[in-house]
Each structure stands twice: as structure tokens, then as C-alpha cells.
């Protein structure tokens, strides 16, 4: 059984929020995202939309624990964007969503740590405009039964599953997706209340 949290937050859709420190513009744009490749089309899609812009520097955090992320500083100087706004993403404890500041330069010069203010402040921002929502860690579990026990296996299945899919043949399968810490129950609870007629199958992901 995985130990990786049972459940975690990202965002329900788009968000942008705007700063402005002496005369720059700082603009965060936030999207939810589930693989790199995503990340990457929304970085290039806003450099695009802001193609005059002095810099577009990126964070994201994908998955569960947020073990894959990347950040970009995009021309600032090191430790001043790119990395400022992944802390913030931590703080916030959400993943599976990527936020790109955009800075139009104003003519005075922030340093490093004004900048790492101003970016963490912007990404700040977005994220508090931002729906959160919850992604469960889950299992996909195949259960077969006899109609004479669906019922009842359609009973602990709803009770216990986020979703379910459900065919109807010789014999009834269903197809469940379960939270992790609850993988067990569901198939204890099945075997018990079947007497061992139904099975599951743990799918491999």
C-alpha cells in the first residue's frame, strides 16, 4: 500500500491577478495541470499571449507529494522568481498546477529580493482567487459477482468507491476506483459478505 497522501488539493480552473512594484507589472496566470507536457504547451501559449514582456518565469508541482516540479527564472537573476513562487505552491500545500508570472519591467531595478517578493506576492495572489479542489489517491479495483450477489456488492462498492462503472453479462463486473486506504476493506468486506463468491482484481496502474 502506498504511503503517499491519501488526498490532495489543486485548482478547479484558470486564475490571473496582477501586481504592480514600482512601475513593473507583475501578472500571474495559474492552471491546473496533471503531466509536464501541459505545463509546457501553457508556458509557450503565454509567452505567445505576452510575447513583449520582459520575463515569463514558470513554477509547477505534479502529483500527490509534488515530486515532479520545475521552475524556470527566465532571465531574472538566480533564486529570484522561478524558485520563490515553487515555495509559495508548497506553502499553499496544492499540486497538479503550474503559475506563470509575467513581468513588464518598469525602470527600477528591484534586486533579488524585491523581486522574490514581488514574485511570490503575485503567485500569492492568483492562488487565493484560485477554487481549490480535491484529488484522491486512489486504486482501480475489477469486481465480479453472480447477480444473486449484486445487490449486496453494489451496496459496500458505493459506500467505499469515489466512482464506479458497472456491465452486466453472465456475471456482473464492476469497475471501482477506491480510495487507497480503503482498498482492504473493500475487498474484506466483499469476501465476507459474498462468502468468497465475488473476486476482485487489483488493476495496475
Not at 510575447?51 to 524556470?72: K, M, T
Amino acid at each position: 500500500m502506498s504511503n503517499s497522501p491519501k488526498r490532495y488539493y489543486t485548482i478547479a480552473g484558470r486564475e490571473r491577478a496582477e501586481i504592480k512594484i514600482k512601475g513593473s507589472r507583475f501578472i500571474a496566470s495559474a492552471a491546473p495541470i496533471t503531466t509536464r507536457e501541459q505545463a509546457l504547451v501553457i508556458v509557450d501559449d503565454l509567452r505567445k499571449e505576452f510575447y513583449d514582456a520582459s520575463h515569463n518565469c514558470f513554477a509547477y508541482r505534479i502529483g500527490g507529494e509534488g515530486l515532479l516540479y520545475r521552475f524556470a527564472e527566465r532571465g531574472e537573476p538566480n533564486g529570484s522568481a522561478g524558485k520563490p513562487k515553487l515555495f509559495v505552491l508548497q506553502k499553499f500545500e496544492m499540486s497538479d498546477l503550474i503559475v506563470v508570472v509575467t513581468r513588464y519591467f518598469g525602470g527600477t531595478r528591484l534586486g533579488i529580493g524585491g523581486l522574490a517578493r514581488a514574485y511570490s506576492e503575485a503567485t500569492e495572489q492568483v492562488l487565493q482567487l484560485c477554487k481549490k479542489t480535491e484529488v484522491w489517491q486512489t486504486q482501480t479495483l475489477r469486481i465480479m459477482c453472480t447477480y444473486q450477489d449484486v445487490d449486496m456488492v453494489k451496496r459496500i462498492i458505493q459506500s467505499i468507491a469515489i466512482n464506479v462503472t458497472e456491465q452486466f453479462h453472465d456475471a456482473v463486473e464492476f469497475v471501482a476506483r477506491v480510495p487507497i486506504d480503503r482498498v482492504q476493506d473493500c475487498i474484506d468486506l466483499i469476501a465476507q459478505q459474498t462468502n468468497s463468491r465475488a473476486g476482485v482484481l487489483i488493476v495496475n496502474e
